[in-house]
């Protein structure tokens, strides 16, 4: 009999110590691999709780044979992507073009984490002075508009330091538009798919669109009555163009986001 426990004993004592040594050489801790690895591999429980051959590799989550500590030693790392740098100026000057802003990767996506977003912009944007300085003089043609979204970093100072006229908002009725503005899948031209018949729209008109001479916009309407049909033109796609009639002017504007435009 005290044979029996003695060897019972020692059996225990076998298992726990095998049960510790594979605590210490098992799991995921310090073993997280990139990508799919089938040499980043250990023995011990998987998460569907069978012992055995378990991974710590990216792939493990998608063929569901990670180790049970995975997600606690390997934790997802999300994309981090800096702020994004000022717009650049226009193309072209004197015409309408498109400026770009970009942002950078500051911690790349790990352990299945969220991916990167796009790292680049486009908008729609016209220049009003040459690469000389001088004043483009454009004071006819139709209204160029661009998103509301695209006007958030205009300059609110004059080069001397004044503060510029905050400017005002010009209501119309859309009266046509071409299929153009529908069919764009740039990044830079969905907001065009909202210019719809029918519809009000709100077109501000700040700086540095608003000429200080005449404090109007290219096309705004200001010397037209309400049953003129006027023409505008989205900046980004120049097919995307089309006609409206004035409502009113007001101080703010008041419709909804997808209807909000600016003058450019």
């Known amino acids: 009999m005290m044979g029996s426990s003695v060897e019972f004993a020692w059996l225990l004592l076998a298992v726990a110590t095998l049960g510790v040594n594979n605590l210490a050489s098992g799991g995921c801790s310090g073993k997280c691999c990139r990508g799919k690895d089938l040499s980043c591999a ?8 069978v012992y055995g051959t378990c991974y710590c590799d990216e792939g493990c989550v998608r063929t569901k044979d990670c180790c049970f500590d995975y997600f606690t030693e390997c934790p997802a790392q999300d994309c981090a992507v800096s ?3 000022y ?22 996506p790990g352990n299945s984490g969220e991916p990167c977003p796009g790292l680049e ?10 690469h000389q300085g001088g004043n483009c003089g454009l004071n006819t043609g139709p209204a160029f508009i661009t998103s509301m979204e695209f006007g958030k970093g205009r300059p609110k100072h004059d080069s001397y330091g004044n503060p510029l006229d905050p400017g005002f908002c010009v209501e119309f009725t859309l009266a046509s538009r071409t299929t153009h503005c529908t069919v764009e899948n740039r990044p830079h031209t969905h907001w065009m798919r909202y210019i719809t018949e029918g519809f009000k729209v709100c077109v501000a008109c700040q700086p540095p669109a608003m000429r200080n001479n005449s404090g109007s916009c290219q096309g705004d309407g200001q010397e037209s009555d309400k049953e003129a049909v006027l023409h505008w033109q989205a900046v980004g796609n120049p097919r995307c163009s089309g006609t409206w009639k004035k409502v009113q002017k007001t101080q703010q504007c008041s419709c909804p986001p997808q209807h909000s435009f600016l003058f450019i």
Do not use: F, L, N
């Open 121 to 130: 912009q486009q908008a729609g944007c016209r220049e009003y002075r040459d």
């Open 83 to 85: 702020e994004w740098s």
């Open 87 to 108: 717009w650049s100026g226009c193309a072209k000057p004197c015409q309408a073009s498109v400026r770009v802003r970009v942002r950078h990767i500051e911690q790349q």
């Open 42 to 49: 250990t023995t011990d429980w998987r998460m569907d709780r």
